[in-house]
């Protein structure tokens, strides 16, 4: 039976309380299960012992607990121990002065970590008797939700109206999480826009940022890099992210949604402290107009990419939506040039978001919803705000859809603890998703894999696809 907003109602300091207690999509575990005890006979004395090898176990620079560290050699586990409350994880052996044979010798391993179902490869490190070596290992954001590991970044471009940071050149540091104390002479004057390029050598990662003084350079950089691509994806980031995180995220997961397109992230200023939700509910509102003028230039550009889809999660649907609508208002010439438009867990008023369907389905080729009813962050974005959450299946989203929309209910999947990053974490969602950029929404008799035809244009996954869940926890009906 579906849901409304007759719930009972909570003091409005409880709710904000609780919609602080937010976190995006990777938060770590807090706590580790220690591991079981041994027996030691204190009559024994004890035997002096070296760490050998140390290190933190991190994703998304926040510590993963209780993930399991292993060396290798010949493919053989040697030792394992699992990661603290900290992230910190250590081996240590018999010291060489205690008369206690060594367990570990000296020579070189293969490192790993294996967070849930994912397990990543860390390179090797070359262990000597006595001396201690340390070694930090990074997950992928996949890798902390328990699903695949993600696909190789690509040069990525970037679109920003975060302040920049004075010497900042990379995308660790360029960009920080404050907006202009002042107003800007105009929505594009706060726009930083930039891309940074995928190492050559060495492990996959973004290099150095640069920076193009406008958009004739930006879109000239889109064809050096991308000679040939007629189109583009836009991914618009939700509460509590720096600039690093989306970045990270758009230059791999994102830009394998759509291959053959440039991937473009853009960043607005979230504080990036989780009790800074009403903080970023007043920035994301404030960059609209910004993303807007940034689209339409875009749009408008000599040899740009003719069509954009956009990928949107949380609250970066917000505004998403509002410059949907503008176009079909303001720019009805330009709107044969969005592709999907596709909105992940939106944390935006139901009521408003399924209003606009009609609007955002004139402006865009297809227009997708993934919803779920396990979505612990939009139940707390709910008793905040007081109404439901267009990401909440069953809540008030019982509108008739038009012919080029589907509305997806995920609720098979719970892919880490408040449920609200299925979309990335499980392999089925995202191959969901790939196919929807690839071929456009389903419509009559198509039933992309996975899913159960609930008629008009309602859709929920029913299983999930070879590769399981893509998930850490089980899925639940």
Same mark, same amino acid.
């Given at each position: ?14 709710? !904000? *309380?609780? /919609?602080? #207690? ?5 938060? &770590? ?5 220690? %591991? +079981? ?28 607990a209780h993930a399991n560290v292993r060396i290798l050699r ?7 121990? !699992? *990661?603290? /409350?900290? #992230? ?5 052996? &018999? ?5 206690? %044979? +060594? ?111 406008d958009m004739t350079a930006f879109v000239a950089a889109m ?255």
């Amino acid at each position: 039976m579906a849901q409304n907003d007759r719930r009972t109602s909570v003091p409005a300091s409880i709710a !904000l *309380s609780i /919609a602080l #207690g937010f976190a995006l999509i990777g938060a &770590a575990p807090s706590s580790a299960v220690p %591991p +079981a005890s041994q027996d030691v006979n204190p009559l024994d004395p004890p035997i002096p012992r070296v760490i050998l090898l140390t290190g933190r176990v991190t994703s998304l620079h926040k510590a993963v607990a209780h993930a399991n560290v292993r060396i290798l050699r010949a493919g053989t586990v040697v030792a394992n121990t !699992l *990661s603290g /409350a900290d #992230g910190t994880y250590r081996f240590s052996d &018999a010291a060489p002065d205690s008369g206690v %044979p +060594a367990t570990i010798a000296a020579g070189t391993y293969s490192l790993e970590a294996q967070y849930r179902t994912s397990i990543h490869p860390a390179g090797t490190v070359a262990l000597r008797a006595g001396r201690t070596q340390r070694r930090d290992i990074e997950l992928p954001l996949l890798a902390l939700l328990g699903g695949a590991a993600p696909p190789r970044p690509r040069t990525t471009f970037f679109a920003t109206d975060r302040v920049a940071n004075p010497g900042g050149t990379t995308v660790d540091n360029a960009f920080g999480n404050d907006r202009p104390i002042q107003p800007c002479s105009g929505p594009s004057a706060c726009m930083h826009l930039a891309f940074a390029r995928v190492a050559a050598v060495g492990p996959p990662s973004l290099q150095a940022l640069t920076v193009t003084p406008d958009m004739t350079a930006f879109v000239a950089a889109m064809r050096a890099e991308y000679p040939t691509a007629d189109t583009a994806i836009i991914f618009v980031h939700g509460f509590n992210n720096d600039f690093h995180d989306p970045a990270v995220l758009t230059a791999s997961v994102v830009a394998a949604l759509a291959p053959s397109a440039v991937p473009i992230d853009y960043s607005w200023p979230s504080k990036h402290v989780t009790a800074r939700y009403i903080d970023d509910e007043s920035s994301n509102q404030w960059a609209t107009d910004h993303f807007r003028d940034f689209l339409v230039a875009l749009l408008s550009a000599p040899n740009a990419p003719k069509t954009v889809h956009i990928m949107a999660h949380s609250m970066g649907n917000r505004v998403a939506v509002s410059v949907l609508q503008y176009l079909h208002n303001a720019k009805p010439a330009l709107t044969g040039h969005i592709g999907q438009a596709v909105f992940a867990a939106p944390d935006v008023d139901a009521a408003t978001f399924w209003e606009a369907v009609p609007e955002m389905a004139t402006v865009a080729q297809g227009v997708t919803v993934y919803s779920s009813a396990h979505d612990e962050a939009l139940q707390l974005s709910r008793q905040l705000h007081g109404h439901c959450r267009a990401g909440l299946t069953g809540c008030n989203d019982t509108v008739a859809l038009p012919p080029n929309a589907n509305a997806i209910d995920a609720s098979f999947f719970h892919c880490d603890i408040l449920g609200h990053g299925y979309w990335a974490a499980s392999a089925t969602i995202v191959a969901d998703i790939t196919q929807t950029m690839k071929d456009g929404v389903m419509a009559g008799a198509t039933l992309r894999p996975n899913l159960q035809n609930l008629g008009s244009n309602k859709y929920r996954f029913a299983s999930a696809g070879a590769g399981g869940s893509g998930c850490a926890a089980e899925p639940r009906n």
